[in-house]
T-cell receptor, first 110, second 113 residues
Framework: QKEVEQDPGPLSVPEGAIVSLNCTYSNSAFQYFMWYRQYSRKGPELLMYTYSSGNKEDGRFTAQVDKSSKYISLFIRDSQPSDSATYLCATTPYGNKLVFGAGTILRVKS | DVKVTQSSRYLVKRTGEKVFLECVQDMDHENMFWYRQDPGLGLRLIYFSYDVKMKEKGDIPEGYSVSREKKERFSLILESASTNQTSMYLC????????????FGSGTRLTVV
């Protein structure tokens, strides 16, 4: 079993839709959770960071962690074509090494 | 603007060649990482380094080696390139003791023919 599972998509939505991206993880000791955004032919960039359970909001983006079900989510409100990218969830099981999900390809159609 | 710079965006090499991928960061970060990224497999850690001349194997080190002679530079070496090493290679760095905030380079797309 992979430590972090993520549906690779692609997920295609119309402009203005609410997008929900999700990951599950296996180790209940994971404490730090991140979402990275990766545009085509670019490296990933940190989008959101959360610690333990709860929600964190930043503009149109909300990251949510439910440690009881080992589920992490990223919500994008009022999605825009510029949000089209690959979204990677990540967590740290130990030390400084991140473990990444496979990434979900998101396409927002205008 | 802080940066992780990978020396090449695209490389084409022949099977059996020795290949060097270079990565330089200007943020005085202790940690540096090399990943490869393949469709459906996500990011897989090849090697990482916590300090100069220190290195540790990641999940898929076979066929690769690394060198870190200076804090800002972390090189990935393919000793004898093979076609199954065709991939996107990503370098990243972070501060020691942080559990978030990797900064990635733009990647090197390596094709081995």
């Amino acid at each position: 079993q992979k430590e972090v599972e993520q549906d690779p998509g692609p997920l295609s939505v119309p402009e203005g839709a609410i997008v929900s991206l999700n990951c599950t993880y296996s180790n209940s000791a994971f404490q730090y959770f991140m979402w990275y955004r990766q545009y085509s032919r670019k490296g990933p960039e940190l989008l959101m960071y959360t610690y333990s359970s709860g929600n964190k909001e930043d503009g149109r983006f909300t990251a949510q962690v439910d440690k009881s079900s080992k589920y992490i989510s990223l919500f994008i409100r009022d999605s825009q074509p510029s949000d089209s990218a690959t979204y990677l969830c990540a967590t740290t099981p130990y030390g400084n090494k991140l473990v990444f999900g496979a990434g979900t390809i998101l396409r927002v159609k205008s | 603007d802080v940066k992780v710079t990978q020396s090449s965006r695209y490389l084409v090499k022949r099977t059996g060649e020795k290949v060097f991928l270079e990565c330089v960061q200007d943020m005085d970060h202790e940690n540096m990482f090399w990943y490869r990224q393949d469709p459906g497999l996500g990011l897989r850690l090849i090697y990482f380094s916590y300090d100069v001349k220190m290195k540790e194997k990641g999940d898929i080190p076979e066929g690769y080696s690394v060198s870190r002679e200076k804090k800002e530079r972390f090189s990935l070496i393919l000793e004898s390139a093979s076609t199954n090493q065709t991939s996107m290679y990503l370098c990243a760095s972070s501060l020691l003791g942080t559990d978030y905030g990797y900064t990635f380079g733009s990647g090197t797309r390596l094709t081995v023919v």
